[in-house]
């Protein structure tokens, strides 16, 4: 695949800092291709107004934050809007979840807006209504009238979600046409789950309280209905890093469980059409007595059978696994990085002489033995070295060979809490 300038430039910078890129992932897709058919139906559908969960399972170094990613790419290549939450027990914790609310708000986004996306989503929704009326009064322009009478129509379907969401809606719009400009940036914030918003502000949309656990919810709904009257059918939400729910306290984590059980259940009832919600852990996380399996209502809903060959899994299933990196497929995307790098690159014959397939292969074999031999956790640290220290030195130097003038070092402050853990490994007494 040839990518811009641009692009190729984001992709190698990611990859020296030791990142996932956040676009244009399928260069680098290696060992996900049994999940395309499957995710372009389910995207299919939910832009048709279905709802989807699904839920991701793989050990650290599997590739769970490069699948989704790759997964929120696609959906915004078909118009969709995307979000990510990390959950964390201070900051974000599952059974709150209009903090979830919020920092999906706050890292939404589309094909045209980075993130926060959301007043930008909001304008475009409010500059759709204005095109519709001026269309269907055959004009250049639509009158006050005319807009106002397409807005309050509008408005009743987002209604239908949740009552509050158009009377701040329409509060919003009346301060954008007056230029009240404080006002309307105090109810975008109230509209995205921020809390500390002023009590004049709200008073102004005809609301008291701040948005709480339940509001939230309604506020999905609101936001859901939004996107679809801004040209966007649907949001991909993705959960991440839900293994952290073993962490924290057992009340706590009963709550989360709970949460997230009720909020599948209420997918299947359809409270939530044109939603993709994608929750990852680790195999840990769906079968330990301290994650999933200590609710059983919500193991029922996510069980799937693990116990055949991989080859073999359905990626149709609730929950789908991701296998761990082995060492062909560190060389595979070794060789697509070198061929990206290739592309850019002053001397593209000096970059495919100096680092060939056989080399990449070695390096990614000196890499692994730094970690234990664990292939599975060294995919981060194997791209971030060949982009880092054999390509852009073999790029920028005549006489550097890296055969002969690298040696590879892996030292404790770049690796991270997993990788430390695999180099030390075989160091333990037993």
Not at 136 to 153: M, P, R, Y
Not at 240 to 246: A, I, P
Not at 258 to 266: M, Y
Not at 321 to 335: M, N, P, T, Y
Request: proline share 4%; glycine share 8%.
């Amino acid at each position: 695949m040839t990518l811009s300038p641009v692009r190729r430039r984001e992709i190698l910078q990611a990859l020296r800092q030791g990142t996932v890129p956040s676009g244009n992932l399928d260069v680098l897709a290696v060992g996900i291709d049994k999940f395309e058919a499957t995710v372009i139906e389910d995207l299919d559908a939910v832009s048709a107004g279905g709802s989807i969960f699904k839920a991701v399972r793989g050990e650290y170094g599997s590739g769970k934050t490069f699948y989704a990613r790759w997964l929120q790419q696609q959906a915004l290549k078909r118009g969709m809007a995307v979000a990510e939450v990390q959950i964390s027990e201070v900051e974000t914790p599952l059974h709150k979840l209009e903090t979830v609310y919020r920092r999906t708000t706050e890292s939404l986004r589309t094909s045209s807006f980075a993130p926060s996306a959301f007043r930008g989503v909001l304008d475009s929704w409010l500059y759709g209504i204005e095109e519709d009326a001026a269309a269907a009064a055959g004009a250049d322009e639509a009158t006050s009238a005319q807009v106002e009478a397409l807005l309050e129509t509008r408005l009743a379907a987002v209604a239908a979600a949740t009552p509050i969401y158009p009377m701040v809606l329409r509060a919003y719009r009346d301060c954008l046409e007056r230029s009240d400009t404080a006002t309307a940036d105090a109810l975008v914030a109230w509209l995205g789950g921020q809390p500390h918003v002023s009590a004049a502000a709200k008073r102004a949309a005809g609301v008291r309280q701040d948005v709480d656990h339940f509001l939230a919810m309604g506020f999905l709904q609101g936001l859901l209905a939004v996107l679809k009257g801004a040209r966007h059918p649907g949001l991909l939400l993705v959960i991440d890093e839900v293994e952290t729910l073993q962490r924290m306290r057992s009340d706590t984590r009963e709550k989360a469980l709970n949460a997230l059980r009720q909020w599948i259940d209420e997918l299947d009832t359809g409270r939530y059409p044109g939603l993709y919600l994608v929750i990852t852990g680790t195999p840990a996380f769906f079968e330990g007595r301290m994650g999933v399996q200590s609710l059983p209502p919500l193991a029922q809903r996510l069980h799937t059978d693990f116990t055949g060959p991989a080859r073999f899994d359905n990626p149709r299933a609730p929950q789908i696994r991701l296998s761990a990196f082995d060492l062909d497929k560190l060389v595979e995307v070794g060789v697509r990085v070198r061929d990206i790098y290739r592309q850019g690159a002053s001397s593209p014959a000096r970059i495919d002489a100096m680092v060939d397939d056989a080399y990449i292969a070695v390096l990614a074999r000196a890499v692994a033995g730094k970690l234990g031999g664990k292939v599975g956790t060294s995919p981060r640290l194997f791209l971030k070295k060949i982009v880092l220290d054999v390509l852009d030195k073999v790029d920028q130097f005549d006489d550097f060979d890296p055969r002969r003038d690298y040696s590879l070092t892996v030292t404790d402050s770049e690796m991270t809490d997993t990788e430390r853990h695999a180099a030390s490994a075989d160091e333990v007494e037993l």
